[in-house]
């Protein structure tokens, strides 16, 4: 691997503990205006000081993300559907490598559907885009979606997994199972978890504690943190887990804890 893709891995994958904490807020790309999602910049700005990379499109980048910052960018540069459509997978590149290096993209990341009815369409993508970011030093994330027709258990998304590694992928994105280890231990590249649907709090931080157990090197979680009732505690929480080893307990007491001082600060604010 060149120095420039072991930089920018670098940027993600924390090298201090090796595992990383990314944050997404893509899902507008096929989903529109998501709950939480409705104003990008204010859900994104308070999150940024707890989050290793910011995943999203570069339409919400570009308008919602002060060029200052130094979080490390991972560019979703896949799409072409959307929620309206009962088959998500007919996706294909929408960004160029060259759109990808002039916003200074740490990392590119593109859906594959595998077992979906467009499964070659979306691999050959992958292939395609890791021929392409290799040129610039450009690490690629594969998120290993899932149709509606698809159980996400370790059979599925091991096999899912392991081609998105065979075909070049550098990071693999997948969902959390029972028997993640075998998911993770099938794939030579770091795997992290999406987060998936909300789940109550205490839940989402079992589900972080148990991947990062079974060798996810972290997280790439969007609505369990900002559809939180405290999206600040919630990264804080994952934050623990992911890169001091917290316990769930401790992690929960760090979300109760942030929770309340927003809670007693907004008291304070309206006494004002
Ligand atoms: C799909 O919409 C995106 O790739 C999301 O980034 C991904 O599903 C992670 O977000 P969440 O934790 O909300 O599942």
């Known amino acids: 691997m060149d120095w420039g893709m072991r930089n920018r891995l670098s940027r993600i994958i924390k090298p201090a503990t090796g595992k990383t904490v990314m944050l997404a807020v893509d899902h507008g790309y096929f989903q529109g205006p998501t709950t939480g999602l409705k104003n ?3 859900t994104i700005k308070p999150l940024l000081p707890y989050a290793d990379a910011l995943m999203l499109t570069r339409g919400i980048l570009r308008s919602q993300v002060d ?34 290096v002039r916003l200074n993209a740490s990392a590119v990341a593109l859906s594959v559907f595998v ?12 292939s395609r885009l890791v021929n392409e970011a290799q040129t610039y030093g450009i ?19 091991g096999l899912a997994s392991r081609i998105s590694a065979e075909l070049g992928a550098h990071v693999v994105k997948t969902y959390y199972c029972d028997g993640f280890k075998q998911v993770s231990s099938s794939v030579p590249v770091p795997t992290v978890i999406a987060g998936g649907k909300k789940l109550p709090e205490r839940d989402a ?13 972290g997280v790439d979680m969007g609505r369990n943190i900002f559809q939180s009732d ?17 316990g769930v307990d401790a992690a929960y007491r760090i979300y109760e804890a942030e929770k309340k001082t927003k809670a007693a600060k907004k008291k304070v604010g309206k006494g004002r």
């Open 230 to 246: 405290s999206p600040v505690g919630m990264i804080k929480a994952v934050r623990a887990i992911v890169h001091q080893g917290a």
């Open 205 to 217: 931080l079992v589900m972080t504690k148990n991947a990062i157990a079974s060798g996810a090197v």
């Open 115 to 126: 077992g979906a009815e467009n499964e070659r369409q979306t691999l050959v993508s992958l």
């Open 40 to 42: 990008p910049g204010k």
């Open 139 to 157: 690490p690629v994330l594969a998120v290993t979606a899932v149709g509606k027709q698809m159980v996400r258990d370790a059979r599925y998304l």
């Open 67 to 100: 060029p200052g910052t130094d979080i490390p960018i991972i560019l979703r540069v896949s799409g072409g559907t959307s929620v309206l459509k009962d088959d998500l997978s007919d996706e294909e590149i929408t960004v160029s490598i060259e759109e990808a």
